[in-house]
């Protein structure tokens, strides 16, 4: 597809800057603080975490969670992962997510930051794999950036897919797929694709629940 070199070059940026990679969380308060909202999400039974990174999410979810399958393509990552998630539920997979295929259900599925990483054209498949990934009644669960985070990111101009540009210490830049989603425009987008979804705000970023449409408890919470 056009965006696979962009891809690529995303993979290479999140494997070249796995030292790197926790910074954010400790120069920033409201990310530290939507942390925290792990607490408040219908997280529970056997979790699917998806994009898992060096581990940030999946400590808190392993504490809600039956059991957490935490999935990355970056080696560098998950070896840090790995060293900071000490638990006999958690398990690591090395993959690429948009070839790879859940190889049963879960009652989750996560992901923080990860969505705005996805090609808009290539939205419709990564939700059909979520879907396929949840059990009778399971819900997929999302933290990302909104629109105002964009103020923050090099944005690349009249790029064929929203990109953006990521330096590291070294003084070594990459592109990485960055699509700041409207929670509205999301909302409906998901509808569209059979979805029923809850997205709220919180600062720049935004907080979602997600069925697929027919799938909906009478049980649920409100993100």
Known sequence: MADDALLAEQLAYYRAGAAEYDRPY?????????????????????VLE?????GQWTRLLAARAHSVTAVDAASEVLALARARTASSTVEFLQADLFAWQPPRRYDTVFFAFWLSHVP?????????????ALAPGGRAVFVDDGPAMAAEEEVVADHPVPAAVRRLDDGSKYRIVKVFHDARTLTD??????WS??????AGNFIGIAEPAGNVSTSDQSP
């Open 26 to 46: 400790t120069e920033y308060q409201g990310l530290r603080e939507l942390l925290t909202a792990v607490d408040d999400l219908p997280i529970a039974g056997h």
């Open 50 to 54: 998806l994009a898992c990174g060096t």
């Open 120 to 132: 808009p054209a290539r939205l419709p498949a990564f939700w059909n794999t979520v879907a396929g």
């Open 189 to 194: 987008d998901l509808t569209a694709l059979g």
């Open 197 to 202: 979804a809850r997205i709220r705000t919180v």
